[in-house]
């Protein structure tokens, strides 16, 4: 299986900050990396997927970058609403691995 | 808009058989691959495996003994069972759409709100 880390596995920051996030996969996956959002007590909601490109309706200060092996999660001022957790996702193959999550404290 | 429902039992005594439905609106299953994903509590996201009518199941190898994934066109809903379940299979179980980007690579674009499944006597 191809394994997924994040780094960090949790952060605080303060709302107007810039923060990164950083994934890292075992081998080589081209640009097939995802990333989602999750509050407590809700589903994962898709924010970035081909490494890159943005979902419909997420706002602008989302933005992900990377290819190969290592992939970033940028969000370029905090807002209140963006504290959760965030986790990266491979599709490049079966079976899909999720990164640890990184928790993003206020 | 699509919409995914998942239904439960609750509970489960260990070594039964899970079993888990999610009923899809808005859109026909009959289109796309959908999968299963848990989490168990206070950890990350798993994915277990995933459908598409016409092309049959993958599964995450990991499970893959213990799983079964089908779909009823004509209901419009996805099934899960789990066979053998222990308490390492308490965890929260989400149905998706796999939406495909191009010839490789998916993202899960829709989810269900989630089932919470305990595995206890």
């Known amino acids: 299986d191809i394994q997924m880390t994040q780094s960090p596995s949790s952060l605080s920051a303060s709302v107007g900050d810039r923060v990164t996030i950083t994934c890292r996969a075992s081998q080589s996956i081209s640009t097939y990396l995802n990333w989602y959002q999750q509050k407590p007590g809700t589903a994962p909601k898709l924010l970035i997927y081909?490494?890159?490109t943005l979902q419909s309706g997420v706002p602008l200060r989302f933005s992900g970058s990377g290819s190969g092996t290592e992939f970033t999660l940028t969000i370029s001022s905090l807002q209140p609403e963006d504290f959760a957790t965030f986790y990266c996702q491979q599709s490049f193959i079966t079976p899909y691995i999720f990164g640890q999550g990184t928790n993003l404290e206020i | 808009q699509v919409q995914l429902q998942e239904s439960a039992p609750g509970l489960v005594k260990p070594s039964e058989t899970l079993s888990l439905t999610c009923s899809v609106s808005g859109g026909s299953i009959s289109r796309y691959y959908w999968s299963w994903i848990r989490q168990a509590p206070g950890k990350g996201l798993e994915w277990i495996g995933s459908f598409y009518h016409s092309e049959g199941t993958k599964f995450n190898p990991s499970l893959r003994r213990r799983v079964s994934i089908s779909v009823d066109t004509a209901r419009n809903q996805l099934s899960l069972k789990l066979r053998s379940v222990t308490a390492a299979d308490t965890a929260v179980y989400y149905c998706?759409?796999?939406?495909?980007?191009?010839?490789?690579?998916?993202?899960?674009?829709?989810w269900g709100q989630g089932a919470r499944v305990t595995v206890s006597s």
């Open positions: 998706a759409r796999e939406n495909p980007i191009s010839v490789a690579g998916i993202y899960f674009d829709y």
């Open positions: 081909g490494a890159s």
